[in-house]
C-alpha cells in the first residue's frame, strides 16, 4: 500500500508564496507520474498540475505562471512550488497520482490564503 504524506501548508496573505512537500513511501517512485490536487470547501477535488515520467509538465488555467510542480526521485517526494497565492487557492491540497490515484489518499495540507 502506497502511503502519502503531505506538508507545507499554512495561512499565507495575498501574494505570497508557498512550497508543498509530499513524501510517497513506495520503493518505485520513480515509475509514477505524480500530480497535485485540491479541495475547496463545497467544491469536487481537481488536479491542479501533473508531471509525466519523461518530466512533462500540465497544469490547470487557474494556476499556470504561479504553480510549479517538481519531484526528487532520490527521496520520493513531489513538490508544489505556489507563488503569487490567491483567496481562491485556499484548499486542501493532495498529493497522488494523477487519473487513477492510489488509495487510500493521504491527509492532505491545508493551504489558507486570506489577508
Known amino acids: 500500500q502506497v502511503q502519502l504524506v503531505e506538508s507545507g501548508g499554512g495561512l499565507v496573505q495575498p501574494g505570497g508564496s508557498l512550497r508543498l512537500s509530499c513524501v510517497v513511501s513506495?520503493?518505485?517512485?520513480?515509475?509514477?507520474?505524480m500530480g497535485w490536487y485540491r479541495q475547496a470547501p463545497g467544491k469536487e477535488r481537481e488536479l491542479v498540475a501533473h508531471?509525466?515520467?519523461?518530466?512533462?509538465?500540465n497544469y490547470v488555467d487557474s494556476v499556470k505562471g504561479r504553480f510549479t510542480i517538481s519531484r526528487d526521485n532520490a527521496k520520493k517526494t513531489v513538490y508544489l512550488q505556489m507563488n503569487s497565492l490567491k483567496p481562491e487557492d485556499t484548499a486542501v491540497y493532495y498529493c497522488?497520482?494523477?487519473?487513477?490515484?492510489?488509495?487510500?489518499w493521504g491527509q492532505g495540507t491545508q493551504v489558507t490564503v486570506s489577508s
Open positions: 497522488n497520482r494523477p487519473f487513477s490515484p492510489f488509495n487510500p
Open positions: 513506495t520503493s518505485i517512485f520513480s515509475r509514477y507520474p
Open positions: 508531471m509525466t515520467l519523461v518530466g512533462t509538465t
